[in-house]
């Protein structure tokens, strides 16, 4: 008799809910620093086909585009074409005093920003070992060796931009002409578990160094986001779009439960 696979999905089941990790301004101001920009003189063209790769990037990896992604998308378009049609301008030939048509859009991300730091401020009063801006823990220092440096916590679109540049680099890789291997997403959170176990930290390209096709690279990228979610590792980098690296961790009491997993209606 076959056994129930309540405890497996592959890649094109395994939901993602991405209001977990970040939403559209968190996207906006994550472009706005990656293109060392001024937030109050945005390249609308420029963040805005990035805005576009970003989402089309999150999509082919199923992951849960809410629609309010879709809005900002649609506000970023209409920005850009009110900023491409000639300013009104006044009977005497002198340009009118019209609102920049990203005003709105900067106070919002401004007013963000200001939040954002709030609560990260509140968040390192209240759990000093888990803050963004501290190291993950002592022991990391040990594995790093002398060299190093306080580390910042990555967040999602940090690695999505990671991810971009694995998938370019595979491009370049000889093809291997075997058939593709389906491989669930836990599975592959048991073969990175046992990677890490060794090592207890890799930088986040070895994490693919296996991975022979793009559906192999996406199931990586895809357990790695559950990983953090269940607080099983903690991915940290040197600097703003330095080096990745993730370090393994014990799992709290209170970390969530696994998607599917059975104990989670019970516990």
Known sequence: MDQPQDFESAADAFPVKLDNFAGPLDLLLHLIRK????????????????????????????LDVAGEFLVMAATLIHIKSKLLLPRPETAAGVEGEEEDP?????????????????AELLHEREQVRAAQW???????????????????????????????????RAKHRPRVLLPPEQISVEARIDQLLERLSETQACGFEELFADADDRGALVVTFLALLEMIRLKLVRV?????????????RARPADAPHPIGDPEEHHG
């Open 35 to 62: 293109n060392e920009v001024n937030i109050h003189d945005i390249p609308i063209a420029l963040i805005t086909a990035q805005y576009l790769d970003a989402i089309h990037l999150m999509q082919e990896l199923d």
């Open 236 to 248: 940290f980098q040197s600097s703003s779009f330095g080096p990745i690296r993730v370090y393994k």
């Open 102 to 118: 990203r005003d709105t859009l900067v106070r919002r991300l401004l007013e963000h920003q200001k939040f954002k730091a709030a």
């Open 134 to 168: 501290l190291r993950p823990d002592g022991r990391v220092a040990q594995i790093a060796g002398d060299g190093y440096e306080p580390e910042i916590e990555v967040d999602l679109f940090s690695l999505l931009n990671a991810f971009q540049a694995v998938i370019e």
